[in-house]
Structures are given as C-alpha cells and as structure tokens.
C-alpha cells in the first residue's frame, strides 16, 4: 500500500537570519540601537552584568519579564510590578522595531523553501516576524485579492477568531480547513492583536492583521471594541505555559501541530535551536513521535553546526526513522525538491 507523504517544517530564528532580511537571532538580539532606548538598556545591564550585548537573548528577557508581570502585583504589593509593565511593553516596542522588513518585499530562499512543499504540507513556526507570512501570501492561490479560503494564510483568521460562515462555527475543524496543511505560529506574531481583559470577545479571539480584509489601521494600543482597554501585540515568550492553557486559541493551535507532527512522514527541523528554557517545543516533539502510528519516519535537520545538529537529533526519540543533516537551507533545497 502506498503511504500518503506530508511534510511537516519546524522553523526558527535561524531561518529569519538566513533570510534576505537578515534578522537577528534570539541571542544577539540587543546588538542594535539598544542605547537610545534608556529603560531597556539599564535593565539589561542589570540583569547581564559585565556581559556583552552579543550574550544577551531575547527570550530569556522577555520570559523573566513575562513571570515578573504576571507574579508580582500578585506576590509583592509594590510599585515594581508597574516597572516591569512598562518594561515588558517597550521589550516589545524595540522587538518589532528589531525584526521589521521592508513593505512588499520576499524572500527568495523562504520563496524557494516553500515552494518545496505540497498542499497538506504544514509549517509550524517559532518566530514572531512575518517574513515567511508574506512569501505564503504571495505564492499561495488567492481569491478575490485575498488569500484563498482554505489555504494555509487564508485559515488563519478562522482559527484565531471567527470562522466567516453564515452558520454558528462546528466545535471543531471543518473537513475543508483539513485539505490544505496548516501555517501554525505557536510563539505568536508581531501582527496578532488582542486584548488583556479575561472574558472579553478579544480576549478569547486573537486579531491576525496580515490575512483580514478589515486589517487597516488596526494596532496595538487602540481601544478594544467590546472592552475599551488598550489592545496589545500577542507573543509569547517560551516559559509561559500558564499563559499557553490560558489561551484556548493558542491550545487549539499547539494540538493541531502535535497532529500534524505525528502524522508527518517527513519531518524538516530547519534554523531551530531547542533552547533548554523551550521545555513546551521540547514536549511538543517528544509526545508528537511517541504518538505516532505510522512509526517509520525522516528527520531532515538544517543548522550550520554540526554539534547543534547532533543536540537536535537526540531530541527526536526512537530509530525508526532515517536521519538527513544539511548545513544551509540551501542544501536542503537542493535536495528536496517539490515532490510532484
Ligand atoms: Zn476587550
């Protein structure tokens, strides 16, 4: 019996580095126009003494921030935990400065990268920025200047909000949002938006500005529509597991990619690096493989260095399976050609 391929990508912040853009990496990150940013700079040296801006990473940042907001107006009754608001809200203010891309412009090796997968192939992604969003906008089908209903970007707006059907939504995927595979951003997007308040319509449905026709002049900092609170840009650093349950949408997304993970024949790590902090990736892909049916499967990694090809191998339990390893993206392009 011949066996359905799919393909399922892992991509990380070493794919937006290796990108036409040029992006930093988690590590590194605060290399750039740090200094004119006071607050942000003198936390930084507090929390990375007499170290090098290169050691400083983002995520480590965002995560000791991420606890602090949500622990200390609860645990301390001081002023601190405004600080650290105002803090966390300029992180992010620096962070979309850090990872922005010029209007209209693609990447041709994420161009190239996708135009190696099929239809039911899903990308799950770890990265904020929208340079893969803009290269699936441009070479998925479209439908009236929108991305196609049932394509990877055009299923977005009804997994993170409201499916667009006359009828109430079903409690669960429809059988034509499960043709095509799925584009799944589980640490969140520079361009989602949503609001704080617990029970509010935007609290429970995230705003993807890049696919919504209704996407002009909304943004961060605009008063919710239902709430009146300010709306604020969903990311979520690696830590923050309580943050993960507490959001359905976000439980919704992570299901789907165990689902894709264990029924993927093909399994592409590509510019990921596994951070130890990241035990909810870590958990992802250990449970994915152990669920697997079809237990046979490959394992491509993509990283320039050998010994970080190794660490991710070892993550992925079980042998069988056949391992492929590749320097560049570009090797594994070249390998990889569209499978017709
Ligand atoms: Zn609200």
């Not at 237990?295 to 993509?302: A, D, N, S, T, W």
């Amino acid at each position: 019996m011949e066996t359905k391929t799919s393909t399922t990508l892992i991509i990380g912040a070493g794919l937006s580095a290796a990108s036409d853009f040029h992006l930093p990496t988690m590590r590194g990150f605060f290399t750039q126009n740090i200094s004119e940013n006071t607050e942000i700079n003198y936390f930084l040296k507090w929390f990375y003494p007499n170290q090098n801006p290169e050691e400083y990473n983002l995520e480590d940042v965002l995560s000791f921030l991420n606890l602090s907001c949500a622990r200390i107006p609860i645990w301390q009754n001081n002023f601190q935990s405004q600080s650290n608001r105002i803090l966390f809200d300029s992180l992010l203010k620096y962070t979309k400065m850090r990872l922005e891309i010029p209007v209209n412009s693609i990447c041709s090796l994420h161009e190239s990268l996708f135009q190696t997968l099929k239809e039911q192939d899903t990308i799950i992604s770890f990265n904020y920025d929208l340079v893969a969003d803009r290269v699936l906008l441009n070479i998925e089908p479209q439908q009236n200047d929108r991305p196609g209903l049932d394509t990877r970007m055009g299923k977005i707006s009804g997994l993170l909000g409201r499916l667009n059907i006359w009828n109430d939504p079903p409690p669960s995927l429809l059988p034509r949002e499960q043709k095509w595979g799925f584009y799944l951003k589980l640490h969140g997007s520079l361009d989602w938006l949503y609001c704080e308040t617990p029970g509010c319509e935007n609290n429970v449905n995230i705003f993807a500005c890049g696919v919504s026709e209704l996407s002009e002049g909304q943004a961060e900092g605009m008063p919710c529509r239902y709430c009146g609170a300010s709306l604020k840009t969903f990311i979520i650093p690696p830590v923050a597991t309580k943050r993960l349950e507490d959001r359905g949408r976000m439980a919704f997304l992570w299901n789907i990619a165990l689902r894709q993970l264990s029924s993927a024949t093909r399994i592409a790590v590509i510019g990921i690096s596994f951070a130890p902090s990241d035990f909810e990736l870590r958990w992802l892909v250990r449970q994915a493989i152990e669920l697997r049916v079809q237990k046979y499967y490959e394992l491509h990694v993509v990283n320039p260095s050998k010994h970080d090809r190794q660490n991710i191998i070892k993550l992925f339990p079980g042998i069988d399976r056949s391992v492929y390893e590749y320097e560049t993206v570009k090797d594994y392009i070249d390998n990889n050609p569209v499978d017709c």
